[in-house]
C-alpha cells in the first residue's frame, strides 16, 4: 500500500465497514416513514422525489437543498434523524464486529496510529456497538450524524473527527466500504482506502479515490503492519 508515512489515524466508517449493523434494520419500513415527515414539515414531493435511494440519501438530499427556513430544516433533521435511529437501535444487542476487527483495533497502537469512527449512524448506537463488543477503549474519537448538518459523502464529519483528534486530516486515513466514504475522506483532504465488504464493489471505490481496495479488515490489517510496523 503507498501511504504517507507520516500518518497518525485511521478514521473508519462503521456499518458494513467494521460491522454489519444496516443487516439489523428494517429500512424499507423506515423510508416511508421518513417521507411522511419531510411532507408534513413542508418539503415538496418534488423535492423527494429526486433524492438517492435509500433512508440516508433522502436524510441527505433533504439536508442539501430542502426550500425550507434554516430552523424548519434543523428541526424535521432532528426528528427524522430520531425516527430512523428508532430503527437502527434494534442492531445494538445484536450485531457482531467483522471479523478480524479486534484484532486490527488492537493492533493500531503498536503502529503509531489511533482510531476513530465517523459514521451516518447516531454517535450513541456506534458507542452502545462497541461498548458491547469490549473495543470502546480502542477509539479516540466517535462521531455519528447528531449534529452534523451533512452526512456523508459530505466531508463536515471527517473534519469534525480531525478536529477532535487534533490532525490535520492529511494524517488522518479514512476508511470505508461505501463510495460516499471514500469522496467524504478525500473531500476532507485525506487518504482513503477501501474494504470490499459493503454494497459498493472495487472498481467503485477505487473510481471514488481510494488507493487501496481490501477484501476484509484482515487483508487491511496486514497492508497496515507492512507500512507502519515497528513506528
Not at 419500513?29 to 433522502?58: I, S
Not at 442492531?91 to 479486534?102: C, H, I, P, T
Amino acid at each position: 500500500m503507498v501511504l504517507p508515512r507520516d500518518l497518525q489515524a485511521v478514521v473508519f466508517d462503521f456499518d458494513r465497514t467494521l460491522a454489519p449493523l444496516g443487516n439489523f434494520v428494517r429500512w424499507r419500513e423506515a423510508l416511508p416513514l421518513m417521507r411522511e415527515r419531510y411532507l408534513a414539515a413542508g418539503v415538496p414531493e418534488a423535492h423527494l422525489a429526486g433524492a438517492p435511494r435509500g433512508c440516508f440519501g433522502l436524510y441527505g438530499h433533504v439536508a442539501r437543498g430542502a426550500p425550507l427556513g434554516e430552523d424548519a430544516l434543523a428541526r424535521v433533521q432532528r426528528e427524522v434523524s430520531e425516527l430512523l435511529a428508532g430503527y437502527e437501535a434494534a442492531g445494538v444487542g445484536r450485531v457482531e464486529l467483522f471479523v478480524g476487527a479486534e484484532a486490527l483495533l488492537r493492533a493500531l497502537p503498536a503502529m503509531g496510529l489511533r482510531a476513530a469512527i465517523v459514521s451516518s449512524n447516531p454517535g450513541w448506537v456506534v458507542r452502545e456497538v462497541v461498548e458491547n463488543r469490549g473495543v470502546a477503549d480502542c477509539f479516540a474519537a466517535i462521531v455519528g450524524r447528531d449534529g452534523l448538518a451533512h452526512i456523508k459523502p459530505a466531508p463536515e464529519g471527517m473534519l469534525r473527527c480531525c478536529a477532535l483528534l487534533g490532525l490535520d486530516p492529511g494524517r488522518c486515513l479514512g476508511v470505508g466500504d461505501n463510495v460516499g466514504d471514500i469522496e467524504a475522506s478525500r473531500a476532507a483532504g485525506m487518504p482513503a482506502v477501501g474494504v470490499a465488504t459493503g454494497v459498493s464493489k472495487a472498481p467503485e471505490l477505487r473510481a471514488a479515490g481510494a488507493l487501496e481496495v481490501h477484501p476484509d479488515l484482515a487483508s487491511l490489517h496486514a497492508a497496515l503492519e507492512q507500512t507502519f510496523a515497528g513506528s
